[in-house]
């Protein structure tokens, strides 16, 4: 009855591979989200989408591609993978902001991303 | 644009004692919504609590509560009875009303120890 799911939990690749992590929420929520974790523990926003749409996308470079095929899925792709990539990325969904916008965010257990 | 600044990288308490997280945050919105976020080493992020702009009164959940200072853009944790299972980190995070999504704004978080 796992809320936010994201797989993998870990994820070990070399410089330049390209790489995607799911995520997946059976709550019936509108809108989902990606944020980074860096190695300070600072969370950062990078997707948001509402209903399959994109809402959000907070200069991230281009090499990573949010893919939302249903509004129950929101999966991150990322090409050409850089050293700096190394991070723990966390999937969140909410309801949407018409129905309740103070609703909180759940979120996934986060994959954490090595690059070597 | 949002800011939340968390000044204590690091705490520590007793357990059974109480301790206070401090957070502020910064926006030109007149209506928002505040949150405390958990982050045990187990990675998960957990709602802990969160607060209504526009609500005077301060938001308890069992042994955590807040002090909403509006005026001074201020929103403490207040912990009581700490237990061994409140060692994480602490997000305090932002959302406006007036954004197109429920983006979350994180502060750099408090490392919280309790000392058995």
């Known amino acids: 009855d796992t809320a936010v799911s994201q797989t993998p939990k870990y994820l070990v690749t070399q410089m330049g591979n390209d790489k995607s992590i799911k995520c997946e929420q059976n709550l019936g929520h509108d809108t989902m989200y990606w944020y980074k974790q860096d190695s300070k523990k600072f969370l950062k926003i990078m997707f948001s989408y509402n209903n399959k749409e994109l809402i959000i996308n907070e200069t991230v470079p281009n090499r990573f591609s949010p893919k939302s095929p249903d509004k129950a899925h929101l999966n991150l792709h990322i090409n050409s993978l850089e050293l700096g990539d190394s991070a723990v990325y966390f999937c969140?969904?909410?309801?949407?902001?018409?129905?309740?916008?103070?609703?909180?965010?759940?979120f996934g257990d986060g994959t954490r991303l090595s690059i070597l | 644009a949002q800011t939340v600044t968390q000044s204590q990288p690091e705490m520590s308490v007793q357990e059974a004692e109480t301790v206070t997280l401090s957070c502020t945050y910064d926006?030109?919105?007149?209506?928002?919504?505040l949150f405390w976020y958990k982050q045990p080493p187990s990675r998960q992020m957990i709602l802990v609590i969160r607060q209504e702009a526009y609500k005077q009164q301060n938001a308890t959940e069992n042994r955590f509560s807040v002090n909403f200072q509006k005026a001074a853009k201020s929103f403490s944790l207040k912990i009581s009875d700490s237990q061994l299972g409140d060692t994480a980190m602490y997000f305090c995070?932002?959302?406006?009303?007036?954004?197109?999504?429920?983006?979350?704004?994180f502060g750099t978080g408090t490392r919280l120890t309790v000392i058995p």
């Open positions: 969140a969904s909410s309801l949407g902001r018409a129905r309740s916008p103070n609703q909180p965010q759940h």
């Open positions: 926006t030109s919105e007149s209506n928002y919504y």
């Open positions: 995070a932002f959302v406006g009303d007036q954004t197109g999504a429920n983006n979350l704004f």
